[in-house]
């Protein structure tokens, strides 16, 4: 039978009910045999109803602990045991072990149910009366008490709600084989080393990084474990078409480099598919997109000319925000990090220090320059903010009557704010952004140039943002000349 599977090395007194709670989270179970052996263990023949829940349940169980026993598992071959040996063998133990079986299978198995530590009549009512299986994998599922979550694990919760299986957050599929294989081959003296090994995918991500990643990877096995689904990439398609229907193209990409750091990457044909569903996504949100509202240096020259008409603290401290989010081309994040101790002025030119970059994966954190006229107005703010804060707070911009710093929320709402306040409802504090990585392509500065400021990841990510001008396709424009289409006689 192509869907059935022989458990080997099980507990012998293990019974069928205790089985099909460990087994039928991979699919629907159609039989289960058990058969004693010598030597106080039993193996089992489980059927499934489909071929793809008993391959998930080979790669999954295979070599794991049940009743403090290593099980095999592989598919059932007709050579190994046949129908006629195990009724044998029945049939001799029968007679020699009846009585102890009998005696055995009378007594109360109640309390030996609950995976618990000690069965102390200190225990809650409501743990006691709950029934648990009593052979799980320690590695894979622990005392399946309600709070219970073992270090670098997420809690996923079966159809079943009185179990909770521990999924591992470190690799999946043929990478977490490998990893088991290699520990089995090492043994326990290179424990540590192996331990080591299975974070090692995510450890060499930025920390922010892998926490977003083993976060959507946890949201991933919840959702297939939901579905009685198996864990691998045919299951990660369909999940990834389940969440297109409710996220965007950037969060769809999120989820696909999630999964290709717990696994040991995708199929040809599995990465055509991402890649479609992530493109057709995009073309989605392109037909629905809203208007981008632009935001040039003359707008950002509006906003210093305000401050610089009024001796306003809080004018000072937007305008200079506004100064710097556009010519650094600021995230909010970014800019609710900045110190004054990272902000120098030299020769002129100043230097931003953003000590949390997204393309700064060692955490080294990056400088961005642009160039400036000592005593223009933002030479002048600068150093009238510096002046108002007296070094009371660290961080640059901070609240007005505190020395707490604001954050990328308030830094948001300011900017906004201060937009509106010049004609351009609807704008953000991304487009400071938008509009300062345009003005630079506008002046002539290669993508290059304009990536390393903006500390873009990629030239992809940056493409996004700008728009199409004469001086990036290499056309000089001359002043006074006017160029009519219509005129044209070819």
């Known amino acids: 039978m192509p869907n059935r599977i022989l458990v080997d090395n099980l507990p012998e007194d293990i019974t069928e009910d205790e089985i099909r709670q460990i087994f039928d989270r991979f699919g629907s179970i159609k039989s289960i045999e058990i058969r004693r052996r010598r030597g106080n263990y039993a193996f089992s023949f489980i059927e499934f109803q489909k071929l793809r829940d008993a391959e998930n349940s080979i790669q999954c169980m295979d070599g794991y602990e049940v009743?403090?026993?290593?099980?095999?598992?592989?598919?059932?071959?007709?050579?190994?045991?046949?129908?006629?040996?195990?009724?044998?063998?029945?049939?001799?133990?029968?007679?020699?072990?009846?009585?102890?079986?009998?005696?055995?299978?009378?007594?109360?198995?109640?309390?030996?149910?609950?995976?618990?530590?000690?069965?102390?009549?200190?225990?809650?009512?409501?743990?006691?009366?709950?029934?648990?299986?009593?052979?799980?994998?320690?590695?894979?599922?622990?005392?399946?008490?309600?709070?219970?979550?073992?270090?670098?694990?997420?809690?996923?919760?079966?159809?079943?709600?009185?179990?909770?299986?521990?999924?591992?957050?470190?690799?999946?599929?043929?990478?977490?084989?490998?990893?088991?294989?290699?520990?089995?081959?090492?043994?326990?003296?290179?424990?540590?080393?192996?331990?080591?090994?299975?974070?090692?995918?995510?450890?060499?991500?930025?920390?922010?990084?892998?926490?977003?990643?083993?976060?959507?990877?946890?949201?991933r096995n919840a959702w297939i474990s939901q579905k009685k689904l198996p864990v691998d990439e045919s299951s990660f398609l369909l999940y990834l078409l389940d969440r297109a229907k409710q996220i965007g193209s950037s969060a769809l990409a999120k989820i696909s480099a999630a999964y290709q750091t717990a696994n040991e990457g995708i199929s040809a044909i599995g990465a055509s598919f991402v890649s479609d569903i992530i493109k057709s996504k995009r073309r989605e949100e392109s037909l629905l997109k809203k208007t981008v509202v632009e935001v040039t240096v003359e707008d950002v020259q509006k906003i210093t000319m305000l401050a610089m008409k009024e001796d306003n603290p809080e004018r000072d401290r937007d305008a200079l925000l506004a100064i710097l989010s556009f010519n650094v081309m600021l995230r909010a994040s970014e800019a609710a990090e900045i110190k004054w101790a990272g902000v120098k002025q030299k020769d002129g030119m100043i230097e931003v220090h953003v000590e949390k970059a997204k393309n700064d994966q060692l955490r080294l954190g990056r400088s961005s320059f642009f160039n400036y006229e000592p005593g223009s107005d933002a030479d002048i703010l600068m150093c009238r903010w510096r002046l108002r804060t007296k070094g009371k707070c660290p961080y640059v911009f901070s609240h007005l009557n505190s020395l707490k710093k604001l954050s990328k929320e308030a830094i948001s709402t300011l900017s906004t704010k201060m937009l509106a306040a010049i004609g351009k409802p609807g704008a953000t504090h991304h487009c400071f952004r938008r509009g300062g990585a345009n003005h630079m392509r506008r002046i002539g500065h290669s993508m290059e140039e304009i990536q390393c400021r903006g500390r873009w990841r990629s030239a992809a990510g940056l493409q996004r943002y700008l728009t199409d001008v004469p001086t990036a396709q290499g056309c000089l424009q001359l002043k006074g000349a006017e160029f009519d289409d219509e005129d044209d006689d070819d």
Do not use: W
């Not at 001799?92 to 009549?121: F, G, I, M, V």
């Not at 043929?174 to 090692?200: N, T």
């Open 67 to 219: 009743g403090r026993r290593k099980i095999h598992v592989e598919f059932d071959k007709s050579n190994f045991y046949s129908k006629k040996s195990m009724k044998k063998t029945e049939k001799s133990k029968k007679t020699t072990k009846e009585r102890s079986y009998k005696s055995r299978r009378s007594r109360s198995r109640s309390p030996r149910r609950r995976c618990t530590s000690s069965e102390s009549s200190s225990e809650s009512p409501e743990s006691q009366n709950r029934r648990f299986p009593r052979y799980f994998s320690s590695s894979r599922v622990k005392k399946c008490h309600p709070g219970y979550q073992k270090p670098g694990s997420s809690k996923i919760q079966s159809s079943d709600t009185n179990y909770v299986y521990t999924v591992r957050l470190e690799g999946e599929g043929a990478k977490r084989q490998f990893v088991e294989e290699l520990k089995q081959k090492a043994g326990e003296e290179f424990g540590h080393h192996i331990e080591k090994l299975k974070m090692i995918p995510f450890e060499a991500k930025a920390k922010s990084t892998a926490a977003a990643y083993k976060a959507e990877n946890d949201k």
